[in-house]
């Protein structure tokens, strides 16, 4: 089997496969409780948050607030202060689960429109309370210019749904940024939203995360395990991501030159992608059918998004580019956790030609 859908969720390596064994079996404890064992686990929560905020914000101090996804997570945000009732900005290219929380819970949601090539326009606004944005985009891999569009809103606090690029490419400068464990190989998932430790406002955001799962209720207590194979996970990613995306841009390149003469057409510019999602479009053709004659040759790839992976509907996310209703359809997403061997990208661009010829 070749497995091309890391960006719905990445395998964990030998390494975090190794802890994950001993930390499930050590670290099963409730966290919160009065015990000592409760004690030792708050205190090596507190060390791993630590380790994620060195590795994430280049400094220790930053606060962490848990989830089981960041879907979950999305509503806290948007149910805080810092949203409900209040001028919100975002792209008309964002993540549906985060789109959803803030239509129900902002005041006034003002959506960015996006040009063909999956860049959002700014257009400056003084009055939002928060500026939302992806860095990198879930389905066909845009990379946002994300201080070029906070620039454009003024004193709103800045918030990226970082779970594309975290430990793929460098950490948004933001005030608060949504990260996936599941997205990081991460063996139980979990998700974080990660508080700059120099954002002002941090402790007023951790107090109301803090009563919105002890005293509402409303907010998932994700085991210890998981917090420390996140913390693990991360730093392991962050440590070798340079080289990584180097890599992963030279196979890219590569690839997209190998798919010329093919049906196949990459939907954004190489220098505008993430390197590690390869979404192409293919016209006359429905992305969810090239998926599965792909899945019967032991491919496992995309059409879209994860979370809309079922839906009858056309990607929103080329919509939004200006495709057509049944070009929509034609979306197939390739995504990586890593170059593939030479033979697996030989493999792949033969399975590729294949389903092609035979659709």
């Not at 996140?230 to 962050?238: K, N, S, V, Y």
């Not at 839906?311 to 495709?323: E, F, N």
Request: proline share 7%; charged share 25%; with cysteine.
């Amino acid at each position: 089997m070749l497995y091309f859908d890391n960006a719905a969720a990445a395998p964990p390596d030998p390494e975090t496969l190794e802890l994950a064994r001993k930390l499930w079996s050590d670290d099963f404890a409730n966290q919160e409780s009065g015990h000592a064992l409760g004690f030792e686990l708050r205190r090596r929560i507190a060390a791993a948050e630590a380790s994620l905020s060195r590795t994430f914000w280049g400094k220790e101090g930053g606060r962490a607030v848990w989830g089981a996804s960041c879907t979950e997570l999305f509503q806290l945000l948007a149910a805080s202060p810092f949203v409900r009732g209040r001028r919100v900005v975002s792209g008309v290219l964002e993540h549906p689960a985060l789109a959803a929380a803030l239509k129900r819970e902002a005041g006034e949601l003002k959506l960015l429109r996006s040009d063909g090539r999956g860049q959002l326009a700014a257009e400056p606004d003084g009055k939002a309370a928060l500026a939302a944005f992806h860095e990198v985009q879930s389905e066909i891999g845009a990379v946002q210019d994300l201080p070029r569009l906070y620039a454009a809103f003024p004193g709103a606090v800045r918030f990226a749904d970082a779970a594309q690029g975290a430990g793929r490419l460098p950490f948004p400068e933001c005030d608060v940024a949504a990260v996936s464990g599941a997205k990081l190989g991460v063996p139980g998932g979990g998700a974080a939203l990660l508080l700059n430790p120099d954002w002002e406002r941090a402790a007023e955001f951790a107090a109301f995360a803090a009563a919105y799962r002890k005293k509402e209720h409303r907010l998932s207590r994700i085991p210890p395990a998981v917090i420390e194979l996140f913390a693990f996970a991360a730093a392991r990613r962050e440590a070798r991501r340079e080289e990584l995306c180097r890599e992963m841009r030279r196979f890219n390149d590569a690839f997209r030159k190998r798919l010329e003469g093919t049906k196949l057409v990459p939907t954004l510019p190489a220098g505008l992608a993430s390197p590690f999602i390869l979404h192409l479009s293919a016209p006359g053709m429905q992305g969810a059918v090239l998926v599965r004659m792909l899945s019967e040759l032991g491919v496992m790839a995309s059409s879209g998004s994860a979370c809309a992976a079922e839906s009858p509907d056309p990607s929103p996310a080329l919509l939004a580019l200006g495709y057509r209703r049944q070009e929509a359809y034609s979306g197939l997403r390739l995504s990586f956790d890593g170059p593939p061997a030479p033979d697996a990208a030989d493999f792949l661009l033969s399975a590729l030609e294949k389903v092609l010829q035979n659709y």
